[in-house]
């Protein structure tokens, strides 16, 4: 078995912390990778190796991805498919000649809704969603009989402040957290209208080019804090959750889904 890490530079730092100590504890041999993003025309993504002291922590993969292919959203997540699939795909293949084998992802039991419809043509298995047993509480409880755990709230999740989190989450961030905003809030200045070439008739209207933001309902950096001095809710931390019944298909997490391999075309 190969395990292998690729860091956006957007990571919470605690993430990557947690992945160095479970490489140290477990003896896993994590190998850290990061995309790197030709913006030449046709040229695909490939990836350099780094590791814990040299990870990018401000964002430099993610921002060489937004030149080329624009702000990630709703509509156009790309940052899954450039920054995680093909950085791991293009290790496997050029580094350890690796060109077909299967790719184990920890969704839980209690999210078998998020496996991907064309897992079997892409060789990808979920072995606690095999398992049947495997919820969130369950592995809050396992870890709880550990020497350390990820330490980070359920509604923080790895990346900072994933377009993919609800608005109350992002609202509590932005309480709790603003300088999490500072690289998207920075991109949206920056690279706001550059779009891929597949985006281009979609984010055009009478010939004039619209503005991208990050979040749901059109919604950028700015909405998110205003609409936060409102914001009045409270959200779990379903990371300190723990039942010893099976909560079968529980799927009111509010945290984040990165669906690495749900929706990924392609990666030969």
């Excluded at 041999?29 to 025309?41: F, T, Y």
């Excluded at 190796?49 to 937004?66: H, K, L, T």
Aim: glycine letters at 4%; charged letters at 35%; a neutral charge.
């Amino acid at each position: 078995m190969v395990f292998v890490f690729a860091n956006t530079g957007e990571e919470n730092e605690e993430t990557l912390k947690f992945v160095k100590r479970c490489d140290e504890a477990f003896n896993l041999g994590v190998v850290w990778v990061e995309a790197v993003v030709p913006l030449e025309k046709g040229v695909g993504t490939t990836h350099k190796i780094v590791d814990f002291e040299s990870a990018s922590r401000n964002g430099e993969p993610f921002e060489e991805m937004i030149k080329k292919f624009g702000i990630p959203n709703r509509n156009f997540p790309h940052c899954n498919r450039e920054t995680k699939l093909r950085p791991i795909h293009s290790f496997m293949k050029n580094e350890l000649k690796w060109n077909k084998y299967f790719t184990a992802i920890g969704i839980r039991y209690d999210e078998i809704d998020r496996m991907s419809p064309e897992r079997k043509k892409k060789r990808v298995i979920y072995p606690l969603i095999e398992d049947k047993i495997m919820t969130k509480e369950k592995i809050n409880f396992w870890w709880s009989q550990q020497d350390f755990r990820l330490n980070i709230t359920g509604y923080q999740g790895n990346c900072k402040t994933c377009w993919k989190k609800s608005f109350n989450n992002l609202y509590t961030i932005a309480k709790e957290n603003p300088e999490h905003f500072d690289f998207f809030k920075r991109m949206e200045d920056n690279y706001s209208f550059i779009t891929a070439q597949d985006q281009n008739e979609d984010y055009k209207k009478d010939g004039i080019k619209k503005k991208i933001n990050f979040f749901r309902g059109d919604k950028s950096v700015a909405d998110i804090f205003k609409e936060s001095k409102t914001f009045t809710g409270k959200v779990r931390d379903t990371n300190k959750e723990i039942n010893y019944q099976i909560n079968f298909l529980d799927l009111t997490d509010e945290s984040e889904s990165c669906d690495i391999f749900s929706n990924c075309g392609d990666f030969d």
